[in-house]
């Protein structure tokens, strides 16, 4: 597996991990032998980075991680997130950044992965009420008493990213970015390679997308959140999916997948660039993986970006409630 750099002085990751989110029932249904079976089949191709948080599946995507890991804690490098979860209408989402909830979150995903320290410990979400340099703060004490190795921010400002860096070296940066979401391009890709702190890219597959896979959002589960996003209502959708499938001509002339172009491109954009695409499946985080060794000509890249330019989609990528926590 190719392996990048996070950042000057930073952990070396595979260039392609794996985001369990999905495993604890997000896009669907999804059976824990099935996600652990997965877990452990990502360890075995070299896609040791592994990305989970405590908000996903109420905890229950931690210890899922956590198990499959058990015997092979040397083998992955583990990240996982606190101060996230999905906004609710009149609950109020400050709090999260508060230092005595800070160490209060890391003991709980401890207990959770069954593990003494994480390899990277990100801020899910900004918090609005607490200064970053307090946040940030904290985290760094986690880092002093062996808790984590690295610290990390998710969907941050620039202004906060320089802020929260400057009380302790971030090594990542993870924000969603994909043909599909191009919003990193400027100024906060900008930001982190001035600093020297890595790119991790979530979603890459534009969730799913850009696989080629998803053509009737009807036929998602009641609870899938995509259900709930703009990109993926009415002729957003339409026109969305017609993008993807001018996407997918170019991937068969080439004889690959859709999804394997479209994580080819978002390393294509940089060498301190990594991808944590999720599946519950070994066949796709086979096909995935595969795609760190795809090479794409100059020209394959303009005809990619002829297809889909940065302004090419349709819709914002979250509603505005779950919009407003991000970028700040």
């Given amino acids: 597996m190719l392996q990048r750099r996070l950042g000057v002085g930073g952990p070396t990751v595979a260039a392609i991990g794996l985001g369990a989110m999905g495993l604890s029932g997000r896009y669907g249904p999804a059976s824990d032998d099935e996600s652990i079976a997965t877990i452990q089949r990502a360890l075995d191709l070299g896609a040791t980075h592994i990305d989970t948080a405590e908000s996903y599946g109420a905890g229950h995507n931690e210890t899922l991680v956590g198990r499959a890991i058990a015997a092979r804690r040397d083998d992955v490098f583990l990240a996982t997130k606190f101060g996230g979860g999905v906004p609710k209408p009149g609950v109020p989402q400050g709090g999260r950044g508060r230092p005595e909830a800070v160490r209060r979150s890391m003991?709980?995903?401890?207990?959770?992965?069954?593990?003494?320290?994480?390899?990277?410990?990100?801020?899910?979400?900004?918090?609005?009420?607490?200064?970053?340099?307090?946040?940030?703060g904290a985290m760094s004490d986690l880092v002093a008493a062996g808790k984590a190795r690295f610290l990390g921010l998710?969907?941050?400002?620039?202004?906060?990213?320089?802020?929260?860096?400057?009380?302790?070296?971030?090594?990542?940066?993870?924000?969603?970015?994909?043909?599909?979401?191009?919003?990193?391009?400027?100024?906060?890709?900008?930001?982190?390679?001035?600093?020297?702190?890595?790119?991790?890219?979530?979603?890459?597959?534009?969730?799913?997308?850009?696989?080629?896979?998803?053509?009737?959002?009807?036929?998602?589960?009641?609870?899938?959140?995509?259900?709930?996003?703009p990109r993926f209502q009415g002729e957003n959708f339409a026109h969305n999916a017609r993008l993807a499938a001018a996407l997918g001509s170019i991937a068969e002339e080439l004889e690959i997948t859709p999804a394997q172009l479209a994580l080819?491109?978002?390393?294509?954009?940089?060498?301190?660039?990594?991808?944590?695409?999720?599946?519950?499946?070994?066949?796709?985080?086979?096909?995935?993986?595969?795609?760190?060794?795809?090479?794409?000509?100059?020209?394959?890249?303009?005809?990619?970006?002829?297809?889909?330019?940065?302004?090419?989609?349709?819709?914002?990528?979250?509603p505005e409630l779950m919009m407003q926590r991000v970028n700040l």
């Fill in 107 to 136: 003991e709980g995903s401890l207990r959770r992965l069954g593990v003494d320290s994480v390899d990277l410990y990100y801020l899910h979400r900004v918090d609005p009420d607490t200064p970053i340099e307090e946040t940030v």
């Fill in 154 to 229: 998710s969907e941050a400002a620039p202004a906060t990213i320089r802020r929260a860096h400057a009380v302790h070296p971030i090594a990542a940066l993870q924000t969603e970015y994909s043909l599909f979401t191009r919003d990193p391009e400027g100024e906060i890709l900008a930001t982190v390679r001035e600093l020297d702190i890595g790119f991790v890219a979530y979603s890459p597959l534009g969730r799913g997308v850009l696989t080629g896979t998803v053509t009737d959002p009807a036929a998602f589960s009641g609870e899938d959140p995509r259900l709930t996003l």
């Fill in 264 to 318: 080819a491109w978002l390393l294509h954009q940089g060498d301190d660039i990594v991808a944590i695409p999720g599946t519950r499946r070994q066949a796709n985080l086979e096909m995935n993986v595969a795609a760190a060794d795809v090479a794409l000509s100059d020209a394959t890249l303009a005809r990619i970006e002829g297809v889909l330019s940065a302004d090419s989609v349709r819709g914002p990528r979250y």
